[in-house]
T-cell receptor, first 112, second 111 residues
């Protein structure tokens, strides 16, 4: 049982490049989330998907787009990367009814 | 969702109970209290949650005051592996289910 799998684990981009962070969960969870965590800071919500086919903005959505491809997969796209997007990105999934989320191990992104 | 206030850091001796406080004075009646921890730079790990009754599981106990304006996470016998940042979050279990994280409490367990 893998839980939440994020790829890649590490990535270095040049300013202006684009990339997609992948996230997949195998727990049949309805909701999925993308967070970023800057050094010494807490997690900030970028986008979330309460159920398959829906997505909504979180606290810091600017510069990102998301796709809920199916119930298992939720991807995060940076269209034109900026140094301010250097961060650790965490994907999470959760089930309705108030249970806790399961987080992935993160993608460490550096934009130079 | 209601905001929470936690101390920035705490120390605890190995083998002793670690008591981590959280203030959530603006919590509303349908909001639960959740606790997560983040060890080093790993993804956060769910610990426990509760509404108004005290809760216990294999990891920790959660004590919520009667007025629900504050709570305490208790790690009964802290080990070095419990060194982490602990986040207290309040949110409803209906609607969008999204969490808003604060900066948490950095717990250091000392040998």
């Amino acid at each position: 049982n893998a839980g939440v799998t994020q790829t890649p684990k590490f990535q270095v981009l040049k300013t202006g490049q684009s990339m997609t962070l992948q996230c997949a969960q195998d727990m049949n969870h309805n909701s999925m989330y993308w967070y970023r965590q800057d050094p010494g800071m807490g997690l900030r919500l970028i986008y979330y998907s309460a159920s398959e086919g829906t997505t909504d903005k979180g606290e810091v959505p600017n510069g990102y787009n998301v796709s809920r491809l199916n119930k298992r997969e939720f991807s995060l796209r940076l269209e034109s990367a900026a140094p301010s997007q250097t961060s650790v990105y965490f994907c999470a999934s959760g089930q309705t009814g108030g249970y806790g989320y399961t987080f992935g191990s993160g993608t460490r992104l550096t934009v130079v | 969702d209601a905001k929470t206030t936690q101390p920035t850091s705490m120390d605890c001796a190995e083998g002793r109970a670690a008591n981590l406080p959280c203030n959530h004075s603006t919590i509303s009646g349908n909001e639960y209290v959740y606790w997560y921890r983040q060890i080093h730079s790993q993804g956060p790990q769910y610990i426990i949650h509760g509404l108004k009754n005290n809760e216990t599981n294999e990891m920790a106990s959660l004590i919520i005051t009667e007025d629900r304006k504050s709570s305490t996470l208790i790690l009964p016998h802290a080990t070095l592996r419990d060194t982490a940042v602990y986040y207290c979050i309040v949110r409803t279990t209906s609607g969008t289910y999204k969490y808003i994280f604060g900066t948490g409490t950095r717990l250091k367990v000392l040998a």
